[in-house]
């Protein structure tokens, strides 16, 4: 089977764009998810899409950067399809799948994958020391007010200000981390946040 796995950092971001491409393909299936890319265990689509892969099938992304945010997370997520018998196509690097010898194939992937991996953490680097850096000269300027809160009293998202007392309800009744992540689409560290709060 051709599976396709689609996925969006936040919930305001739209998924339309990757289903468009897979469809194209055409894949058999797609999950999708609107999760932050930062922890693998949060990302239930993904963990599905694993679960159901079977030997031959394809994984496509339109980009590896769906996948996984660090090289770490990608290394894995790459190594448990192919320990499945699979193998992975992302859209936006070449595909060797007209290579015969599946070794030479292989080969030729994972020296790309591996030049991907690198250049996305490098960048990362560099977006978080530009960030360090913007946020120190705000400091200095006595203009910097931190990273806004989306989930809060006084969120300017209506949304989002209605599941944040709704949390605080459920949290109040005793409802687990976990269950309100699942139940509000909203991550771990946000309803921890709110836990302490109250």
């Known amino acids: ?3 396709g796995y689609v996925r969006v950092s936040s ?4 998924l339309d764009r990757q289903i468009v491409r897979l469809k194209g393909i055409p894949v058999d299936k797609i ?6 890319g930062k922890n693998i265990e949060n990302r239930i689509e993904l963990i599905r899409l694993i ?23 990608l290394t894995e997520i790459i190594q448990t399809i192919r320990k499945k018998g699979a193998s992975l196509q992302s859209l936006d690097l070449p595909d060797f799948s007209a290579v015969p010898d599946p070794n030479l194939r292989n080969m030729l992937t994972d020296i790309l994958i591996t030049v991907f991996k690198f250049q996305a953490q490098s960048e990362r680097e560099r977006i978080r020391e530009r960030q360090k850096q913007g946020i120190a000269l705000a400091k200095k300027r006595g203009v910097y007010k931190g990273k806004p809160i989306l989930y809060g009293a006084n969120s300017p998202d209506p949304q989002k200000r ?9 949290l109040s009744k005793g409802c687990t981390i976990r269950s309100l992540a699942t139940k509000y689409g909203v991550s771990l560290g946000t309803i921890c946040r709110i836990k302490r709060e109250s």
Not at 11 to 14: A, V
Not at 53 to 68: A, C, P, Q
Not at 162 to 170: E, V
Request: aromatic share 8%; glycine share 2%; charged share 40%.
């Open 162 to 170: 209605a599941i944040y007392f709704a949390l605080k309800r459920d």
């Open 11 to 14: 919930r305001d971001q739209n």
């Open 1 to 3: 089977m051709k599976l």
């Open 31 to 36: 999950f999708a998810e609107k999760k932050s």
């Open 51 to 73: 679960n159901q892969i079977k030997e031959s099938d394809i994984v496509y992304v339109t980009s590896l950067d769906r996948l996984g945010r660090n090289a770490e997370d």
